[in-house]
């Protein structure tokens, strides 16, 4: 194994990665400097990364679990995207204070409201630690000979690493496919309090419909603060706690930027398949997105169509209606990139170079094998993606398993019941139970629906009439009754039990089984065809697929041409905000605020937004970017639809990120939110 990784770090420092594709391990940056530093990049690799004195990586955080922030003054205060702080904004939000609707500045540090559960993470360093992961593997052993042998030792590893008390955790990562393993150790601080957020109608501008498109006016950014204990380590919130003293901040660049500067995103990059077969490609594009598409279409009209008639109801979705459609435009645009590339056939083309290549060495017939795997795997995971895209998004459902599961362990369940009802609209539940029970049933095969779905449907004869018995009897609809529930009552016979527990058992029984086989087949293929695609490719750059630790991605301001004749710009100004200004669209319908400045004059060509060819994707939202001497010039929140598909196929030509400008943010938090003290705890630089 150690020649196993010799030759993967020798692959990833050959040559430059073509154009700016690529999310690079920070502790491997030094890999990547020269070519950074030719492109303009003024800084060294101890700069960017260190961990014998203060560097980038100890401005940059893991927002909750799905996002990225940044330090941007020495008394902890954190910028992030509007959509990462979302949920935590609506849960603060209430008719009479809709912090949604009319955002919200805290004028002094007793007025930041602090987050129950939300938490940010510093990579304190990383390893590799290949070699002591695989320490006692002996080739010949099994799959699960090797797994036991993995986790031993990860998990000794992680042991040793974590310390409690200081707020230490630590994760072993697989990357390329368990060809290579590192050790991830965090600091973990639990206070975190909200300062900042603008309202809606900036922080959402566009909604929906603006969404992973370009031109984007999008405000999209939230403040945050970390607090620590009077010895600036993690601490559970206290009102004695004290703002975190960080190694490290970003000052803030206010000269701007223009086509052709050096941009640099620090994040944390969620998931990508950069280096699958075919077969997954064509999985995607011709059944999975579709399929999940079409769903969530039903799903987002049906919460719209309530939203628009209630504040109230338009409060309690908000956050769900935005998860929900998030991903939902994404496959969209992911679709049509994926064949709009033909990245079917390309990959197609490759395998069949591999083959050639291939025979007569250890990767002789690994294709086939992944061929074959695939093909029985697929249409078991489709029945699992409609599963958990129908039946597991009925909310009265997953509810009353919430409730049973924690009865059953004698937990409290006070605080479960009062975040459901709060948030809880019946006929948007009612509604959407008829819309996906019946997509469940039209569009799995008989043959592996469960039987008991089918008994209940002949039972009942119609959804309807399944939906009308079903919210009629579940004592789930009514709140006192749950929180009249002790542990000695025997709900199992409720039917919004009944119904989860028999979706639960088929998926245990007859899903579940194949997806873990098949799973566990396909790591060990990918595994031994990742090696392979390096060693066909010794003068290749290759770069570990994304998994939500710290990574690195640089480029440059450009625009692009979406189709033959149009080319969009790499900037946006508030101009295009007053284009777009429109009372009677929820999604458009900006701050009479903004209206008014900008009839006063002078910020027509105000910069909100700018593209870049960084490659980013799902967890990027909130990362700093950064400019060629280090300083933070905007916040990434965003892909170009056309190039969604970047988490499988990266084009040079239409691939962008979507940032917003850091002079925006300032605009908004002096002319909209009057909370400029902020500014007097940044540093700037023009």
């Not at 016979?493 to 566990?520: C, H, M, N």
């Not at 625009?559 to 905000?577: F, N, Q």
């Not at 490659?615 to 965003?638: Q, Y």
Request: glycine share 8%.
């Amino acid at each position: 194994m150690k020649k196993v990784f010799f030759l993967l770090v020798t692959f990833m420092s050959v040559i430059p990665a073509m154009a700016d594709e690529g999310m690079w391990l920070p502790a491997l940056i030094g890999q990547r400097i020269g070519d950074m530093q030719a492109k303009g990049f003024r800084l060294t690799a101890e700069d960017v990364y260190s961990v014998n004195q203060a560097s980038l990586k100890d401005a940059v955080v893991l927002f909750g679990g799905g996002c990225t922030g940044e330090l941007v003054s020495n008394e902890g205060l954190l910028l992030t995207n509007h959509h990462c702080g979302y949920s935590y904004i609506q849960r603060h939000s209430s008719v009479e204070h809709d912090y949604l609707k009319d955002g919200f500045w805290a004028m002094n540090r007793g007025e930041e409201l602090p987050n129950k559960g939300l938490t940010v993470s510093f990579l304190d360093h990383m390893d590799e630690v290949t070699e002591l992961v695989l320490k006692g593997y002996e080739p010949g052993m099994t799959e699960a000979q090797r797994d036991s042998v993995v986790k031993v030792n990860s998990d000794r590893l992680v042991r040793e690493s974590t310390d409690a008390s200081k707020g230490l955790r630590a994760d072993v990562e697989a990357l390329f496919y368990g060809n290579q393993y590192y050790l991830f150790v965090f600091k973990v601080f639990r206070d975190v309090r909200l300062v900042g957020a603008p309202p809606s109608s900036i922080g959402k501008f566009g909604g929906d419909t603006d969404n992973w498109m370009w031109p984007r006016h999008t405000g999209d950014f939230s403040i945050f603060r970390v607090y620590a204990d009077k010895d600036n380590n993690p601490a559970d919130y206290s009102p004695d706690n004290v703002p975190y003293r960080p190694k490290k901040f970003f000052k803030i660049s206010r000269a701007g930027v223009k086509e052709g500067d050096f941009t640099f995103v620090y994040g944390c990059p969620g998931s990508t398949q950069e280096y699958v077969l075919s077969d997954q490609v064509r999985y995607v594009a011709e059944q999975s997105d579709p399929a999940k598409i079409a769903l969530r279409t039903q799903r987002l009209d049906i919460q719209k169509k309530y939203m628009s008639a209630s504040q109230a109801v338009r409060i309690q979705y908000s956050s769900k209606n935005a998860s929900v459609s998030n991903a939902w435009k994404k496959w969209q645009g992911e679709e049509k990139g994926i064949r709009r590339m033909h990245t079917v056939a390309s990959k197609q083309d490759f395998e069949r170079r591999f083959d050639e290549w291939a025979k007569g060495t250890r990767y002789e017939g690994i294709t086939s094998e992944l061929h074959d795997l695939y093909a029985r795997r697929n249409p078991t995971y489709l029945a699992y993606e409609y599963y958990n895209e129908t039946v597991r998004t009925i909310e009265l459902l997953q509810f009353a398993s919430g409730i049973q599961a924690r009865l059953r362990a004698g937990n409290p369940t006070k605080d479960l019941v009062e975040s459901f009802y709060k948030d809880y609209y019946q006929p948007i539940d009612e509604e959407i139970f008829v819309a996906m029970i019946t997509s469940f049933g039209k569009n799995v095969p008989v043959e592996s629906q469960p039987a008991w779905f089918r008994e209940q449907l002949a039972r009942y004869g119609s959804v309807q009439a399944w939906k009308d018995d079903l919210y009629g009897r579940s004592l789930f609809t009514d709140r006192a009754k749950v929180e009249a529930l002790t542990p000695s009552d025997d709900i199992s016979g409720d039917p919004a039990l009944q119904l989860y527990a028999a979706f639960l058992d088929w998926y245990r029984k007859d899903i579940y089984p194949v997806i873990q086989e098949t799973g566990a087949a396909l790591r060990v293929a990918n595994r031994t065809y990742m090696q392979g695609q390096m060693d066909f490719e010794p003068q290749r750059d290759f770069y570990p697929d994304a998994n939500l630790t710290l990574r690195i991605a640089y480029g440059q301001v450009a625009g692009y041409e979406p189709y033959d004749g149009a080319y969009y710009h790499p900037v946006s100004t508030l101009k295009g905000i007053i284009e777009k200004d429109n009372p009677d669209i929820f999604d458009y319908n900006i701050p009479q605020t903004l209206r008014d400045i900008y009839a006063r004059g002078g910020f027509e060509n105000q910069p909100v937004c700018f593209l870049a060819t960084n490659h980013t994707t799902g967890g990027n939202s909130g990362s700093p970017v950064i400019n060629a001497d280090g300083n933070l010039i905007g916040i990434n929140f965003d892909r170009v639809w056309e190039g969604t598909m970047s988490d499988i196929a990266y084009d040079p030509e239409i691939c962008r990120n979507i940032s917003l400008d850091i002079r925006y943010l300032l605009f908004v938090v002096d002319q909209i939110g009057h909370a400029s003290y902020l500014f007097d705890e940044m540093s700037f630089v023009d």
